[in-house]
């Protein structure tokens, strides 16, 4: 991690174990970026990781952690205050866009004084333009015969207007609140959804948010919680890519964090009001008989 964060142009002011992060004294700063690598995590760890994200969060400054699929839930969960970005089993390169985009976040930029916070139609276009520098770095590496780190770039039709208004917009007022789709409808959308991976290229019809937002309405219509890592693969692309939509679609109200009322450590994905709002007037209106996949 030291090598990648110097390959990004930044200085290593120290490395340590976890938990030696949390016991610094409270006059000895974290520094501007803290990253993390828990591919496992233990009793202890979740404790020291819980504690460094609430020392991060308090200083202001950013976090990186890199995770393993097996260890999502438990990450997730920990990471509630500083909105660390986090990466599933991520290669070099993987680090260093992390820490690339970083650089231009609101947070370190506003320490600094030099950039203004970015809007909504900001966010979504470094989003895409992360993914495609994903894709070219993934095709470097296989050039170099390096392992291949970065996931594939997935096109979404994902986005906001020119007006900056998002495209989830409340029902109309004078409409009747519609009820959720029946989930059984939902279900059967996306398995036929699936279904086109065994005629067609997956990236063809690649859209990790309309997948995301399908998955959640049919939980929510089933009384279901789900968490981080059910929704990465309801999503349909690698897990980092997903995680980076989630965050996106949170910034823009259509997911929230739902906490686990029976476990602090445990948190779960959920549609905001608003967004189960859109998608019940959406099927209300294009109708079970004609809806496409």
């Known amino acids: 991690m030291a090598e990648d964060a110097a390959a990004a142009g930044l200085r ?18 974290l520094g501007d970026v803290v990253l993390v690598d828990c591919p496992l995590l233990e009793g202890s760890d979740i404790a020291a990781l819980v504690g ?15 995770t393993s699929v097996g260890s999502l839930d438990d990450v997730f969960g920990c990471l509630d205050q500083s909105g660390a970005q986090i990466l599933v089993n991520p290669g070099r390169a993987d680090r260093v866009i992390a820490l690339g985009q970083l650089l231009s ?4 930029a506003t ?35 390096a392992p291949a780190g970065s996931e594939r770039v997935e ?13 989830c917009a409340s029902p109309r007022a004078s409409r009747t609140k519609a009820p959720l789709p029946d989930p059984r409808l ?29 998955d959640l ?19 349909g692309v690698p897990p980092t890519t997903a995680l980076r939509w989630i965050s996106q679609m949170t910034g ?12 602090r450590r445990r948190a779960f994905i959920a549609l905001s009001d608003k967004a189960a709002d859109c998608m019940a007037q959406y099927f209300a209106e294009v109708g079970s008989a004609s809806v496409v996949v």
């Open 155 to 167: 096109a979404s039709a994902f986005s906001f207007d020119a007006t900056g208004e998002r495209l």
């Open 12 to 29: 290593v002011a120290r490395t340590a174990d976890l938990g030696q992060f949390v016991t610094l004294a409270d006059d000895e700063a």
């Open 111 to 145: 320490r600094g004084g030099r950039v203004r916070e970015l809007s909504d139609n900001d966010r979504m276009s470094l989003l895409r333009l992360t993914q495609q520098v994903s894709e070219i770095a993934q095709r470097l590496e296989t050039l170099s015969g």
């Open 252 to 263: 823009a109200g259509l997911l929230c964090r739902a906490e686990d009322a029976t476990d």
């Open 105 to 108: 976040s609101p947070n370190l």
């Open 186 to 214: 939902v279900r059967k959308i996306i398995r036929q959804r699936q279904m086109r991976a065994r005629f067609f290229e997956g990236d063809l019809f690649a859209d990790p948010a309309w997948d995301m937002l399908l």
């Open 217 to 235: 309405t049919a939980s929510r219509a089933e009384h279901k919680r789900v968490s981080v890592t059910s929704l990465c693969i309801a999503s």
């Open 52 to 66: 460094l994200d609430q020392r991060v969060a308090k200083s202001g400054a950013s976090m990186i952690v890199s």
